[in-house]
C-alpha cells in the first residue's frame, strides 16, 4: 500500500481511492510497476472521490485556471476545472493545437519530448494550477510549469493522484507547491 500525501484526515478516503489503482508488474517493460488508474477511473465512485480529494487539496491554491497534459491528466485536469468552475488550458504533444503555441522540451529516459499550449491561453499574471495524474521524474510536470511561466503566468501549484517518491520528481518541481493524494515511496509497492 501506499502512504496518503498531504491529506490528515481524510486517510479513509485515501484508502479508498487506493484500493482502485492496480499496480502491473513489468510494463511497458520488465522492471517497472505500472500503476494502472483505469479501474479508479472506471468506477463512478472512486473518480469522485478521487477528484473532491484532490480539490480539497487543491483549493488553498488559489489559482485562476489549470494546466494539464494529456491523456490521463486531462481526465483530472477537466474534472477539477468543472468543480471549481475555472479554465482547463491543455498541454498537447508537437502539431496537435491549431492556433500560435507555445512549447516547453523535457527529457524522456532515451530522449527528449515537447508539450505545447496556445500561446494565448494563459494571459501574464494568470495564476495556474498544474495537474497530473502521477508524478515520477518529474520532467512532464517541470515542462508544464515552464509552459506556464513562458506565457508569463505563475505556478500556484503542482498537483498529482499518484506520487512516486522514490524516483525523486518533487526536487525537480522546487519551489513549487507540490501536493499529491496517494504515494508510493517503494517500486515494488
Do not use: W
Not at 19 to 38: A, E, M, N, Y
Not at 84 to 95: E, T
Not at 166 to 180: I, T
Amino acid at each position: 500500500m501506499g502512504r496518503m500525501g498531504r491529506m490528515g484526515r481524510m486517510g479513509e478516503t485515501a484508502r479508498e481511492i487506493e484500493r482502485h489503482i492496480l499496480t502491473v508488474p513489468d510494463f511497458p517493460k520488465p522492471g517497472i510497476s505500472f500503476k494502472d488508474i483505469t479501474p479508479l477511473i472506471e468506477s463512478g465512485d472512486a473518480l469522485h472521490a478521487a477528484v473532491d480529494a484532490l480539490a480539497a487539496v487543491t483549493d488553498p491554491l488559489g489559482y485562476d485556471r489549470i494546466l494539464s497534459a494529456e491523456a490521463r491528466g486531462f481526465v483530472f485536469g477537466t474534472a477539477l476545472a468543472y468543480r471549481a468552475r475555472k479554465g482547463l488550458v491543455l498541454a498537447r504533444k508537437p502539431n496537435k493545437l491549431p492556433r500560435e503555441t507555445i512549447s516547453a522540451t523535457y527529457e524522456l529516459e532515451y530522449g527528449t519530448d515537447s508539450l505545447e499550449a496556445h500561446a494565448d491561453a494563459i494571459p501574464p499574471g494568470t495564476n495556474v494550477l498544474v495537474a497530473d495524474d502521477l508524478l515520477a521524474t518529474g520532467g512532464t510536470a517541470r515542462a508544464m510549469c515552464r509552459l506556464v511561466e513562458n506565457a508569463g503566468g505563475t505556478v500556484a501549484g503542482v498537483a498529482f493522484l499518484i506520487e512516486l517518491s522514490y524516483l525523486d520528481g518533487r526536487s525537480h518541481l522546487a519551489p513549487y507547491d507540490v501536493v499529491s493524494l496517494i504515494t508510493y515511496d517503494d517500486p515494488d509497492q
